[in-house]
């Protein structure tokens, strides 16, 4: 049987939102001022870089993130993060 994941409390968001900070970056893509890490926001953008894939072969899953990628393919600040994360 299938369960969902239980819910974080709060308090440990927190911690670990204080404890990462350092690492977390606006994403100028998404509305609303969502922080994202560098590593997250470089993987991002790396995967936007990868030739689209059959649509006749994806899944509406699959399919919605290629196209969510999209903002990120020419995104200066995944750029960066791919080039410090490379180097």
């Known amino acids: 049987m299938f369960s969902l994941p ?3 409390p709060v308090e440990e968001t927190i911690s670990w939102l204080e404890a990462h900070a350092p690492e ?4 100028p893509s998404q509305p609303g001022g969502l922080l994202i890490t560098r590593q997250a ?3 991002r953008h790396a995967l936007a870089q990868e030739p689209p894939r ?3 072969r994806e899944t509406l899953f699959t ?3 290629n196209m969510n990628l999209r903002a990120c393919l020419h995104c200066p600040v995944g750029r960066r993060a791919l ?3 490379v180097a």
């Open 54 to 56: 059959r649509l006749a």
């Open 24 to 27: 977390m970056i606006p994403c």
């Open 63 to 65: 399919y919605t993130i």
């Open 6 to 8: 239980q819910p974080q």
């Open 83 to 85: 080039d410090r994360r």
């Open 41 to 43: 926001c470089a993987r």
